[in-house]
Every structure is written in structure tokens, then in C-alpha cells.
């Protein structure tokens, strides 16, 4: 496997590396690692942050906010045959290991472990950790998804259909296209589709949607917090997209299943399966 350590690069050089990013053959493909050294936090964001999600502590999912430009940094430096642009995130699987002090430096490890071809597309595994004092704190995986286009999926009958109930229903929210635009300048994903329906619908959507991962941070914010504190891991799945303008439910299927639902429930967004720390 190749592994590189570096220090911070700045966003120009994210930028530069991710517009002339040479494309590899998938045979050619093999696992890499960056590390990233003493990322320093920024109390600004983190200021915006919790505004936006009206949340007294940092999320632990802010991670994936952190290392978003470094994750697509060694994306785009590894050898694969995709564009960042028209990826899929389907899913995310958070490890919650040690307590992470937001105050403080940290250095970001990004691993491109692997990926699983088939009719879909390719699906591609990373993993981000969160290292504090040499010892990791929290661990991030990611699917993302490179679609074949000449894809068609058999239309299932209640595929994500309604599980939950009115009484399980938590918390409801509305998502426009404004919470989109504040999302991207905290979060640093100005991806197009999520900001303007025309550019949506330059990559066949029927118009813009919100970052999935927003709806996870939201999720979060406005689950049972006790149950967030005793949490081990969240492993979340991407179900449909989070057209805009749109209603939100956020339910309670079971103790360790909670579900993000459209406002009528046509439409099951994500779901997210809670394991409990292990007793020490």
C-alpha cells in the first residue's frame, strides 16, 4: 500500500490536484494512505456549525466535514478511472472510539482501502481517522458510488415505503434551497447539484438536493441525546435523494433504528442504525 504523510495542503492545491488529476485504468488501481499532520481547528466553522444545527456540543459527525477536501484530495490522487463530479454517497459508517477534542490539533489519516465492481458501477471504500496524541479518536468509512450510466434498476413495489408511525415521528424540519447555501459555506461542498436546479438537471435530476449529509447532521442534532452520548457507532445508508424544497420527519423505528422520512412518508431519505458502546 502505498502511504504518504504530508502537512495541510491549502485549497488552491486541493483544487489544482483535483482539476489535473490524471485517470488510471480500474485494473491499475491499489490502496493508498495520506496523513495528514496538525490540522488545526477553526472556531469559526465550528461557530457556524452549531448555529446551523442548533446544537450545544460538536456533532461527532463533524469529522466528515473536516476531512471532506482531504478525502477528496486522495480520491483524486489515487489510481481510478472516476471523476469526483456524478459520485454517489451511499453510505457512512461513523466509529466513535475516544472523546475528540475539537479544541485542539489533529491529524487526518485517509485511506482508499478498496472497491467492489459491478453492473451499478463501481463502489468505492475509504476510511478517514481522526488521530489525537498518536491514538485514533474516531473512524469514518465511506461508500461512494460511481454509477454506470447505461444502468437501469428494476422498480421494486414499496421499495423505502412507509415503516414508521405517526407517534414514532421525533422531529420534523423544512429543507429549502437556502439551507443548501448555508450548508455548502460551513461544510466547503459547493457541489452544483445540491446549489441550483439548472446544474441538477445538467446531470439528469429533476432538480437540486440537499446534501445527504446534512440531513445526518440534522438527524443527529434532534435524536434522543442520551442515546447519542451511549452511541459506539452509527452506520447510515443513503436511500433516496432529498429533493428541494422539502418536509422532513425524523423517526424512531426501533431502540437502534432511526429513519429520515419525507413529511407524507412517500420517501425514506436514509436510515441510521445505532450500536451502543460496549460497557467497559
Not at 413495489?157 to 420534523?172: G, H, I, R
Amino acid at each position: 500500500m502505498e502511504s504518504l504523510d504530508t502537512t495541510a495542503p491549502s485549497t488552491s492545491e486541493i483544487l489544482w490536484s483535483v482539476a489535473t488529476r490524471k485517470k488510471y485504468p480500474l485494473d491499475a488501481f491499489e490502496p493508498c494512505t495520506r496523513t495528514f499532520k496538525d490540522i488545526a481547528p477553526d472556531p469559526e466553522k465550528i461557530i457556524a456549525f452549531k448555529k446551523l444545527f442548533n446544537c450545544q456540543e460538536v456533532l461527532p459527525t463533524y469529522m466528515f466535514l473536516i476531512a471532506y477536501p482531504y478525502v477528496g484530495l486522495t480520491f483524486s490522487q489515487s489510481k481510478n478511472p472516476s471523476s469526483l463530479l456524478g459520485l454517489i454517497h451511499i453510505a457512512s459508517h461513523f466509529k466513535f472510539i475516544k472523546a475528540h477534542d475539537w479544541t485542539q490539533k489533529t491529524d487526518i489519516q485517509v485511506t482508499m482501502e478498496n472497491y467492489v465492481k459491478s453492473d451499478k458501477g463501481i463502489v468505492y471504500q475509504l476510511k478517514t481517522s481522526m488521530i489525537q496524541d498518536g491514538e485514533v479518536t474516531l473512524e469514518n468509512v465511506n461508500h461512494i458510488l460511481d454509477k454506470n450510466k447505461q444502468y437501469k434498476s428494476a422498480k421494486t413495489a414499496n421499495a423505502n415505503s412507509k415503516e414508521a408511525n405517526v407517534d414514532d415521528v421525533m422531529a420534523t424540519h423544512k429543507v429549502e434551497q437556502s439551507i443548501a447555501w448555508q450548508y455548502a459555506k460551513v461544510s466547503g461542498d459547493y457541489n452544483l447539484i445540491h446549489l441550483h436546479a439548472i446544474f441538477a438537471k445538467m446531470f439528469g435530476l429533476k432538480t437540486s438536493l440537499m446534501h445527504g449529509m446534512y440531513n445526518v447532521h440534522w438527524m443527529l442534532a434532534n435524536m434522543d441525546q442520551s442515546q447519542l452520548e451511549n452511541a459506539g457507532e452509527l452506520k447510515v445508508s443513503f436511500n433516496r435523494p432529498c429533493f428541494l424544497p422539502n418536509g422532513v420527519a425524523l423517526a424512531q423505528e426501533s431502540p437502534r433504528k432511526l429513519s429520515l422520512y419525507s413529511s407524507d412518508f412517500k420517501d425514506r431519505f436514509l436510515v441510521c442504525l445505532v450500536k451502543q458502546k460496549r460497557a467497559a
